[in-house]
């Protein structure tokens, strides 16, 4: 079995086991450019192309004024062509010296979330699709554990109490090494310059902390996952 098709089994396991799209849905995909986003949106692609279920999908990509990085519009838009896939391009930004409270890391991310679901909204699209992975869904529990008091992470769905959207992760059931390699074999478009913030983010913390764990132990991913579904803990809001 190729990397892809590893990945499009477990990416159609997710949309069943969570039903994450259903007839009629809209979909918007946030395309960050990075390798998760572009495999999301090549999966969610294929399975348009798909009878059942019926639901349209187009992709939204945010560029920030103040940061130092980005994706090639040039090439974002050759990729989403050859996907058939409709891309629209939005712009904004952040100060971080605002909000002291928060790292420059959760500020971006805040300021592009917002920007999307505002767009969501004014469009007539009631799903977004984000590109969280397996690896994001547990790096996100850790954090929340050690910094936050509290077991919980990023849901495969989650209906926003406070607009008529609904988030959804169909990577939740993949590994990113997986998607590394599919981004490898297929030649995704790389971005420009990668996040300035990245290395001094808590969430990278994580990461390091979650790969010492893998390394004793090479299935605690998946113990770790099985406590998140069984958890009572009921996820934290997403909030806009």
Not at 106 to 125: M, T, Y
Request: with cysteine; net charge neutral; glycine share 4%.
């Amino acid at each position: 079995m190729s990397i892809e098709e590893r990945i499009l089994r477990k990416f159609n396991k997710s949309l069943k086991q969570y039903n994450l799209i259903s007839d009629g849905d809209r979909v918007l995909i946030a395309l960050s450019g990075g390798k998760d986003s572009l495999c999301l949106t090549e999966m969610i692609a294929h399975r348009q192309r798909i009878f059942v279920p019926r639901f349209t999908a187009e992709a939204v990509h945010v560029r920030m004024k103040n940061i130092e990085y980005e994706s090639s519009i040039e090439e974002l838009c050759k990729f989403t062509e050859s996907l058939g896939v409709p891309l629209h391009i939005l712009t904004t930004s952040f100060d971080a010296s605002t909000d002291r409270r928060h790292t420059p890391c959760f500020l971006c991310s805040w300021q592009r979330r917002k920007a999307i679901f505002n767009f969501a909204q004014e469009h007539g699209f009631n799903k977004i699709a984000l590109g969280h992975h397996m690896d994001d869904i547990l790096h996100t529990a850790l954090l929340n554990l050690f910094h936050e008091g509290r077991f919980d992470s990023m849901p495969p769905v989650l209906h926003m109490q406070k607009m008529p959207l609904t988030i959804i992760r169909p990577l939740c059931l993949i590994h990113e090494a997986d998607i590394a390699r599919l981004s490898e074999e297929k030649g995704y478009p790389q971005q420009i310059r990668r996040c300035p913030y990245e290395h001094d983010s808590r969430r990278e913390e994580m990461k390091r902390l979650f790969t010492t764990i893998e390394t004793l132990n090479p299935e605690a991913r998946y113990s770790l996952w099985h406590a998140l579904e069984n958890s009572s803990t009921a996820p934290k809001e997403e909030e806009a």
